[in-house]
């Protein structure tokens, strides 16, 4: 896997094991033992709904503990004047004639939908390192590119908002 992760991502990760080890799997626990209890489980709807429940709890721990294991440790230290980890950045796209805000954030973190792109992905990989004012080439693959330019940076504070993206 071998997945970018900050600390900040790894704590998150940390805790949501904590939560369904005690909380989760508790209830899924007492969930399969009432439906059992209802009789006849080759037809007891509750009962396999119940297992299925505990054992994609189960699967969503083994797999938030092998990202842990296997993670690379990234950095969110940057220059206050270059974008980094966690920033905040405002960018002119030439081709639309249009401003985007987006926040560079590790690839589970991505949510396009609320403007949170991966460092990982081609906008996200063009940005890193670079300055406001700088005019930066996006290469979505060997054919296509396109260019745009840096307006603002902010470093934005980690408010634990956004969620780590569930698979």
């Given amino acids: 896997m071998y997945d970018q992760l900050t600390e900040q991502d790894i704590q998150k990760m940390k805790e ?7 909380v989760v799997r508790k209830n899924a626990l007492e969930a ?4 059992r209890a209802h ?3 080759s037809e007891n709807f509750e009962y ?4 299925k429940d505990k054992n994609q709890n189960e699967s969503r ?3 938030l503990e092998k990202m842990i294991r296997t993670a690379k440790v990234i950095s ?9 980890m966690n920033n905040t950045v405002t960018v002119y796209f030439e081709e639309d004639d249009e401003e985007e805000v987006y926040r560079i954030v590790t690839t589970i ?10 460092n990982e992905s081609p906008l996200g990989k063009a940005l890193m390192g670079h300055k406001v004012g700088e ?23 980690d408010e634990g908002d956004d969620q780590i993206r569930k698979f």
């Fill in 61 to 63: 721990i083994r797999y």
């Fill in 32 to 35: 399969v033992k009432e439906a």
């Fill in 135 to 157: 005019r930066v080439e996006v290469m979505v693959d060997d054919s296509y590119s396109y260019f745009v330019q840096i307006k603002k940076i902010e470093n934005t504070v």
């Fill in 76 to 84: 969110t230290d940057s220059a206050d004047d270059e974008v980094g």
């Fill in 109 to 118: 973190r991505g949510n396009s939908l609320k403007n949170l792109i991966s």
């Fill in 16 to 22: 949501e094991i904590e939560y369904r080890k005690l």
């Fill in 48 to 51: 396999h709904a119940a297992k």
């Fill in 39 to 41: 009789g006849d489980l």
